[in-house]
């Protein structure tokens, strides 16, 4: 780890230097997994497509502090799947409005379908959530119907609803950068880190 200047900060009487920061940032995004209520477990997730960028909001379901890995499930016929795998390039937006903080990162993605890694995450999702992956029509079809037959393109196939589990998918990504911004009210600070493929980082303060 290298960091530009070890000058440490005060946040709520403990003295936060940049690497705890950082330490701080990544048990942020782990609470944000396992707690539904937590303003990090909703995240937005931007990637690029040939018209431009496309965001929008996910559940967060893993964040790994050693990897610098996090992840998210999706359907592999909605549009983000080809999109992701055309431009690996992917960026994550959080913000926690109590503790007024922002984390913004940038990531390469890989895409995990019907391999070990979707199958071990598939057989942790629950019943009712894996019907999200079973709709007849991909996601974003145009639906045809009168608002009356809107649930005909929800397979409930049985009771485990093994029929989504063709169309799911696993995005893992991998940090390239992170940055952390905290708008506390007497000043406000900024902290960028940069990682290396070991998941090492560089860490500098930046102008808020
Ligand atoms: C609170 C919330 C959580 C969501 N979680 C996910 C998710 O984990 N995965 C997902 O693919 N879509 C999720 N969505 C739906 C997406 O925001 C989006 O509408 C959908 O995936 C279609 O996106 P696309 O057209 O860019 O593929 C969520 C939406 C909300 C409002």
Redesign the pocket.
């Known amino acids: 780890m290298f960091i530009n200047n070890m000058e440490s900060i005060d946040i709520n009487e403990k003295q936060y230097n940049l690497s705890s920061i950082e330490k701080d940032c990544w048990q942020r995004m782990i609470n944000g997994v396992l707690q539904s209520r937590n303003q990090f477990h909703?995240p937005v997730v931007a990637n690029s497509n040939a018209k431009g960028v496309?965001m929008?909001?996910?559940?967060l379901r893993d964040a790994c502090a050693v990897e610098k890995k996090l992840r998210?499930?999706?359907?592999i016929r909605?549009?983000?799947w080809a999109e992701i795998q055309q431009y690996k390039a992917i960026s994550w937006l959080f913000y926690d409005n109590e503790a007024r903080i922002q984390i913004r990162a940038s990531a390469m993605a890989s895409l995990h379908q019907d391999d070990e890694l979707a199958n071990h995450a598939w057989a942790n999702v629950n019943p009712n959530s894996r019907k999200n992956y079973s709709s007849l029509l991909r996601?974003?079809a145009e639906i045809i119907v009168s608002p009356d037959g809107m649930q005909e393109t929800v397979a409930i196939a049985d009771q485990k609803n093994e029929a989504g589990r063709e169309n799911f998918g696993v995005v893992v990504s991998k940090l390239l950068s992170m940055e952390w911004l905290w708008l506390n009210p007497q000043c406000h600070y900024r902290a960028n880190f940069i990682y290396d493929e070991q998941g090492d980082f560089t860490a500098s303060w930046l102008v808020p």
Do not use: I
């Not at 998210?72 to 359907?75: A, P, Q, V």
């Open positions: 909703h496309n929008r909001t996910v559940v998210f499930y999706t359907d909605s549009g983000k996601p974003s």
